[in-house]
């Protein structure tokens, strides 16, 4: 049976203050953990600290206020929807011209059969 893992990861008592502990597993993380990967890509840990300092009835309410934030933008035509490039309608009507053939054949073989 494998020992229980210790409570002490980097100076840290994990028992005196759960938020110490993990504060300084995203800051300082140890090689090879999805954290460590996070960082190494690019991504600002100290964001994800500050966001889980809140309590989740504050993240919820801060969620809440972007969310009406980019329904009003949006709204005033500040954030417009990304637009299809030429490429894109094209292979759509593409798309939509095979689906229609293979219908129209689908239903002339269905006749066929029938009779």
Sequence with gaps: MQSPRPLLYCGTNMADNPHDYWEEFLLNPRP???AAAARDFGIDLTLTIQ???L???ERIRRNDVWIDAIRKMRAARWLKK???TRDEIRVSRAFEAAKEYLRTRDDK???THAE
């Design 32 to 34: 090879g953990t999805a």
């Design 109 to 111: 073989k269905a006749v």
């Design 82 to 84: 990304p637009r299809r």
């Design 55 to 57: 309590s989740p009835e």
């Design 51 to 53: 966001n889980l300092r």
